[in-house]
């Protein structure tokens, strides 16, 4: 209840992996949608991993209409992570002009009003 009346007041949430998985749909709703949500695990002595929250969208494989903003971020938090502040501040700027454009219409898998391909060409234009 508290991560979603007031997540600003967490920085870190150490869970195990069934109560993580909710919340982080929890904070995926919180920031906009499954569509723009980006995680990390970190391992800050070993490999770390990034993804979009919503995973691989299994069951739009092969239909291009799935939202790539949540995998492009998730990049960009991967690019920060590992000393590339300025080219992972980039592609986080050019997801805000692209979210801010009026061009896509939705974060909506199918509803986006463009393809993945054509979206991912979008925000990559802007980088």
């Given at each position: 209840m508290w991560f979603v009346k007031n997540p600003e007041w967490f920085d870190v949430i150490v869970t195990d992996n069934m109560f993580g998985d909710i919340i982080t749909d929890l904070g995926?709703?919180?920031?906009?949608?499954?569509?723009?949500?980006?995680?990390?695990?970190?391992?800050?002595?070993?490999?770390?991993?990034?993804?979009?929250?919503?995973?691989?969208?299994?069951?739009?494989?092969?239909?291009?209409?799935?939202?790539?903003?949540?995998?492009i971020c998730a990049g960009g938090m991967m690019l920060e992570f590992i000393g590339e502040k300025e080219a992972g501040k980039a592609v986080e700027a050019a997801v805000v002009k692209a979210l801010s454009s009026g061009k896509i219409k939705s974060l909506a898998a199918g509803k986006m009003g463009l393809s993945t391909t054509e979206v991912g060409d979008f925000v990559a234009g802007l980088v």
């Open positions: 995926a709703m919180i920031q906009g949608g499954m569509g723009i949500a980006a995680g990390g695990n970190l391992n800050p002595e070993g490999t770390s991993m990034f993804e979009p929250i919503g995973g691989s969208a299994p069951k739009y494989t092969g239909k291009n209409v799935i939202n790539p903003m949540a995998a």
